[in-house]
Each structure stands twice: as structure tokens, then as C-alpha cells.
């Protein structure tokens, strides 16, 4: 609430949900990590975000734009981050309440489309290193998330059909696209 602090409490927040973390060793404790980036980024999106922010956030989507983004050690993926950053960059009147958010972002806004809609791309095409016959209700988890991501950018891109194909090839596994589009059967 203070405004001295907010900038600081932005960035913790940020910090929380790129923070490399293993898989959990229990079901329970795995929902609970869950449950708690999720309601992180639930508390990020009421944060106010001023021009520093907005920064922050372009800053983070160009490292995965040029592929140079550190990640989370490949074990578990930044889904709800990216899901975030996505919902952030793109949508400046979609799920964020926030004006200054809105007054911030007219002057940059396709660049910030562009940004995001890399992001998106990023995180569609990671591939999760973890055994999901040792972790279930993580990968299952990731695919929930993923699919999440891919809905959003799906309709949000629905006229745009150059970012469509684009969509469907960080979704579709490579082996089997390449045997679709060939004809091999």
C-alpha cells in the first residue's frame, strides 16, 4: 500500500514465481507449491504497476524472446510467470484493473504485443524434464497451465493467421507435425 515500497514488493513477487524449485515430494505439498504461485500471481495482479514494472516485465520477455531467459533449472517449468507476463503485456484492459497500467502502455503498445506473444511461444515449447510416472500431478499440472496459455493466445490471436501456425507449432510435437505435414503416415 505504500508507494515508496512497491516497486520492491513488485519485484519480490516477480522473484517468487521465477524461482527454481524441484519437484515436490508428496501430492499434498505439490498442490500446496501449486496453489501458492498461483496465488502469488493473483496478488501480483493487484499490485499497481507504474513504468519501472512495465520495464521489469519487457525486460524478462525479451531474455525469453532471445532465448537468453535463466529459467528455473529446467525442473519445473515458469508456466504461471509466463501465463502472467502474457496476461500482463497483451491484455492491458483484460484481467488487470489498473489505469496507470492502462496510461503506461498506449505509446508501446504493439511493441508490447509482439514482446508477449514471444513469451508465450517460450514458454508453449519448453518441455518439462521431470518422469511423469514419478510426478503426475506435476505434469498434469503443467499441461492444465500450458493449455491455459495456449487457450489465451489462441483467442487473443484468432484473427491473425501467420501467429496461428506459429501457436500450433510450439503446441504440436515436432515428430508428428513434420509427418502431417508430409503425408507420412
Known amino acids: 500500500e505504500r508507494t515508496e515500497f512497491r516497486n520492491l514488493s513488485y519485484r519480490i513477487g516477480l522473484f517468487g514465481l521465477e524461482l527454481p524449485r524441484l519437484p515436490a515430494t508428496t501430492k499434498l505439498l505439490e498442490v500446496k507449491m501449486s496453489h501458492q504461485e498461483s496465488e502469488l500471481a493473483q496478488l501480483l495482479r493487484k499490485v499497481h504497476i507504474g513504468n519501472n514494472e512495465i520495464s521489469l516485465l519487457r525486460l524478462k520477455a525479451e531474455q525469453m524472446r532471445d532465448n537468453t531467459y535463466p529459467g528455473r533449472g529446467g525442473s519445473v517449468l515458469p508456466l504461471i510467470f509466463i501465463n502472467y507476463?502474457?496476461?500482463?503485456?497483451?491484455?492491458?484492459?483484460?484481467?488487470?484493473?489498473?489505469?496507470?497500467?492502462r496510461h503506461c502502455r498506449r505509446?508501446?503498445?504493439?511493441?508490447?504485443?509482439?514482446?508477449?506473444f514471444d513469451a508465450g511461444l517460450y514458454g508453449l515449447s519448453l518441455k518439462a524434464v521431470v518422469s511423469e510416472a514419478d510426478n503426475p500431478l506435476l505434469c498434469e499440472g503443467t499441461r492444465r497451465q500450458r493449455g491455459e496459455l495456449a487457450l489465451m493466445m489462441l483467442s487473443y490471436f484468432k484473427d491473425e493467421?501467420?501467429?496461428?501456425?506459429?501457436?500450433?507449432?510450439?503446441?504440436?510435437?515436432?515428430?508428428?507435425l513434420i509427418a502431417f505435414r508430409y503425408g507420412i503416415t
Do not use: E, H, Y
Not at 508501446?108 to 508477449?116: E, K, R, V
Not at 501456425?165 to 503446441?171: A, G, K, N
Open 161 to 176: 493467421k501467420v501467429k496461428l501456425r506459429m501457436i500450433l507449432d510450439s503446441l504440436l510435437d515436432k515428430q508428428i
Open 85 to 101: 507476463l502474457f496476461d500482463t503485456l497483451a491484455l492491458p484492459t483484460g484481467t488487470q484493473d489498473n489505469t496507470c497500467l
Open 107 to 116: 505509446s508501446n503498445l504493439q511493441s508490447d504485443m509482439n514482446l508477449s
